[in-house]
């Protein structure tokens, strides 16, 4: 299915179930049928909905990917909602997706009924404007764990994706990306194969590191009063869990859960660990 959700702005998208509506977000290098498990499950007691962000491949919208900003995704978002008339949902967003839902709690109170997010890459729960240069060396005096994770993400991680997907080598940044986030070579290959391919299709989308990161205030975070899951794996890249355990100090109702064994795709490597804990948590805050 396709919803046209402003300004020319076509997502595709899979609905199934009835019920409280709860809607997913994907990361990077990603589409809606990096969701079909969750979709299977929580179609059962929810009307559950996963659509594929503004520049995912299998969309087709005119634009440059350097316009794959938090802002233009949150409002893509709200359209969405809006468009399908399932508000408030249950808002689920994973890494990128994550740092999506959280900004769009933020902006859209009245569309939400509680927010899941999975190690969203929120940088600024732990420095608020991730684009100052003055900031990140007083984050090295403050805390030097996080800035060397956070430099160290950037030699395993950032800049041979960027490399990788600039030479047209859409697997090999791919694979930067999952092995750099689970901090665990090897890790891209033990996912599925068609998990795999659709992340090497989506890859050009590794060029989001380019983009200036959102500065968002610790003080507007505050402002989320939706109840809020965070999720964090045991052994992903040790900045992602940092900015979970920042955020979940952050955020006012809000509750932080670990999956054993698993790094930053719980959804994918331990997904009925995973399912127990969304489930559980939507459940508990389904009956207001």
Same mark, same amino acid.
């Given at each position: ?5 402003? %300004? ?11 019920? %409280? ?69 249950? !808002? ?130 505050? %402002? !989320? ?25 952050? !955020? ?22 995973? %399912? ?13």
């Amino acid at each position: 299915m396709i919803a046209e959700v402003g %300004q020319g702005i076509r997502l595709a998208y899979l609905e199934e179930g009835s019920g %409280q509506p709860v809607v997913l977000v994907h990361g990077l290098c990603a589409d809606h049928r990096a969701w079909e498990p969750q979709i299977r499950v929580l179609s059962n007691h929810y009307r559950t909905v996963a659509y594929s962000r503004r520049f995912s491949t299998i969309n087709q919208n005119a634009g440059d990917i350097h316009e794959d900003t938090v802002l233009n995704n949150v409002e893509d978002l709200a359209g969405l909602i809006k468009k399908l008339q399932i508000n408030p949902a249950h !808002i689920v967003g994973h890494s990128y997706g994550g740092e999506i839902a959280t900004y769009f709690a933020y902006k859209h109170p009245d569309l939400l009924r509680s927010l899941t997010i999975i190690e969203p890459s929120t940088l600024s729960a732990i420095i608020e404007d991730p684009n100052s240069g003055f900031q990140r060396f007083m984050l090295l005096l403050r805390n030097p764990s996080a800035a060397m994770a956070l430099l160290d993400l950037a030699k395993t991680l950032i800049d041979p994706a960027l490399k990788a997907i600039r030479r047209g080598d859409s697997t090999s940044a791919a694979r930067l990306l999952v092995d750099g986030t689970q901090a665990k070579p090897g890790s891209f290959d033990t996912f599925p194969e068609g998990y795999r391919n659709m992340m090497i299709e989506n890859a050009r989308e590794i060029y989001n590191f380019e983009i200036p990161e959102l500065s968002f205030k610790r003080a507007d975070i505050r %402002q !989320i009063r939706a109840p809020t899951l965070i999720i964090k794996g045991e052994t992903s890249h040790k900045i992602l869990r940092q900015i979970a355990n920042s955020l979940s100090k952050i !955020i006012p109702n809000c509750e932080l859960t670990t999956i054993p064994r698993s790094g930053h795709f719980p959804q994918v490597q331990c997904t009925q660990d995973f %399912q127990s804990s969304l489930r559980g948590f939507l459940e508990s805050h389904s009956r207001q």
